[in-house]
């Protein structure tokens, strides 16, 4: 049986791609080494939860045709992420906002709040924050800097805050509003029922093979199909012929609860240093579910190695100049194309994630 494309992977990435490539009657295969679809966004229903296996999702865009694309599949409920941070056994809101500054200083207005943080930052900026310590510090002063980023992000990447890329803060809203909304997108929810429903109708026409690992039987699958799409880690497709790019791993502990309400919140992230976890996930709170029992997640960052499953790319300079390499190197490849998180290394969200699969429909077009 020959393919137009084998498709390695069935993530967000993979699934778009070949729902889109089968409607322009092109024959798709996607192969998977897990055994459930829809790659890090799995979701799997347990005493009527459903439950977020690799960590909380939370679709959030501003593009309208994104948001568009996936209400095609699936409905989306008025989930609003607004986390809560634990710090030493106090609560804060997250984003940074008035609900913060009154935890923290007991400020009321915001002419209060930014007083506070104005004074801290005068004492302490620098004029070209060339990494992310003083990016935080110049963003919201030191004591924020401590108490809700240092811990959470140094665990997080296990790496000190002076020796990490300042672009991954500035993921992180700053507002003098009362307003926990974590997110400044348009448009956010989770989709009703979960997200292996929206896998699952993206890939109602496609064929697919779990269990099946790429580099366990390569020739076989090579000469499978015209073209392969991989969304696995591009290092590892060139035999890290080049060196290993960095990755985090992470570890995930769930556990029922005989109880119906755990923590009140689907996310609380344990900020200090000293919780070897990040966060604890309160699945039932994605979609209000009304079961008498509840499911929760303590999420643990790890060091990658050799063999672990890859879940975020550590885009600091040393990483993307190494990741050049093999995308030059890919470019000797034309029948092979790399996509996703993993496959072009890059620490994107699923609403970009999906914007690129299109794209590259369009170019295979
Ligand atoms: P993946 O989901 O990683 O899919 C790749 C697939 O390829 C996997 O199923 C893998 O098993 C398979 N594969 C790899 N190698 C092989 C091989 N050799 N043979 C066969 N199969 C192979 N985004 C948001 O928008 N909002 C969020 O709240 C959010 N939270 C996140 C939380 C966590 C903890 C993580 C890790 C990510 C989060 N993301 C979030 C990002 C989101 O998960 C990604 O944007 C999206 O899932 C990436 O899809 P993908 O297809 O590129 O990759
Ligand atoms: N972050 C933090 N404290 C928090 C939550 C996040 O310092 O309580 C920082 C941390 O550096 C993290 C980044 O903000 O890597 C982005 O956080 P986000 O929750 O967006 O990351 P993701 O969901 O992708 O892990």
Not at 190 to 201: A, D, M, S, V
Request: glycine letters at 6%; hydrophobic letters at 30%; charged letters at 25%.
């Amino acid at each position: 049986m020959r393919y137009d494309y084998l498709i390695v992977g069935s993530g967000l990435f993979g699934s778009v791609f070949a729902h889109e490539m089968n409607k322009i009657g092109k024959k798709c295969l996607i192969i998977e080494k897990r055994n459930t679809i829809g790659g890090n966004i799995y979701t799997e229903k347990t005493e009527g939860i459903n439950v977020h296996k690799y960590g909380a999702h939370i679709f959030h865009t501003s593009n309208e045709d994104i948001w568009n694309y996936v209400n095609q599949f699936i409905k989306f409920n008025r989930f609003t992420n607004s986390p809560i941070a634990n710090y030493k056994g106090k609560l804060y809101n997250l984003p940074f906002n008035m609900n913060t500054f009154y935890g923290l200083w007991g400020v009321k207005t915001p002419e209060e709040a930014k007083k506070i943080i104005e004074d801290e930052k005068a004492e302490y900026e620098t004029k070209n924050p060339s990494n992310l310590e003083e990016q935080a510090i110049n963003l919201v002063g030191p004591t924020i800097y401590e108490i809700l980023i240092k811990g959470y992000t140094e665990k997080q990447w296990g790496k000190p805050c002076t020796q990490l890329p300042s672009f991954i803060i500035k993921r992180l809203p700053v507002r003098f509003t009362f307003d926990n909304n974590y997110f400044n997108d348009l448009y956010q929810g989770i989709p009703i029922g979960g997200y292996t429903q929206l896998i699952e109708k993206l890939l109602e026409d496609i064929e697919v093979k779990t269990n099946e690992d790429y580099f366990e039987n390569k020739e076989k699958w090579d000469n499978i199909a015209d073209k392969i799409l991989f969304t696995g880690m591009i290092d590892q497709f060139f035999d890290y012929c080049y060196g290993e790019l960095e990755y985090r791993g992470l570890n995930f502990e769930t556990e029922i609860k005989d109880t119906s309400n755990y923590q009140g919140n689907a996310v609380v992230n344990y900020t200090e240093a000293e919780i070897p976890y990040t966060r604890i996930i309160e699945h039932k709170h994605f979609e209000n579910s009304d079961s008498e029992k509840t499911i929760i997640t303590h999420e643990y960052s790890k060091t990658w190695k050799k063999g672990d499953e890859a879940y975020y790319p550590v885009n600091d300079d040393k990483n993307s100049e190494l990741y050049s390499k093999y995308e030059d190197l890919s470019k000797n490849y034309p029948n092979i194309l790399f996509g996703g998180r993993l496959g072009m290394y890059k620490y994107m969200n699923m609403d970009e994630v999906i914007k690129e699969a299109l794209q590259l429909v369009e170019k295979e077009k």
